[in-house]
């Protein structure tokens, strides 16, 4: 547990935020915790929709 975990858990940060501090975080945080992290904020992610950032197969590439 860290700053960035409670922030993020109290609702002071937006799941953007949180993304942004993750990737400040990353060098100084332990790669335990931050492998924690990450998948919590990807799930968080998905709860609100967000996979904007992600590469998804559509139906059109399948297709052809
Ligand atoms: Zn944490």
Redo the contacts with the bound molecule.
């Keep these: 547990?860290?700053i960035?975990?409670n922030s993020f858990k109290n609702n002071e940060l937006t799941i953007m935020e949180a993304w942004g501090n993750y990737a400040e975080m990353l060098e100084t945080m332990e790669p335990k915790?931050a492998d924690?992290?990450f998948l919590m904020l990807l799930s968080a992610n998905e709860g609100v929709g967000f996979n904007n950032k992600m590469p998804k197969p559509t139906l059109e590439k399948i297709k052809g």
Aim: charged share 15%; with cysteine; hydrophobic share 45%.
């Design positions: 547990m860290c960035l975990c915790h924690e992290v």
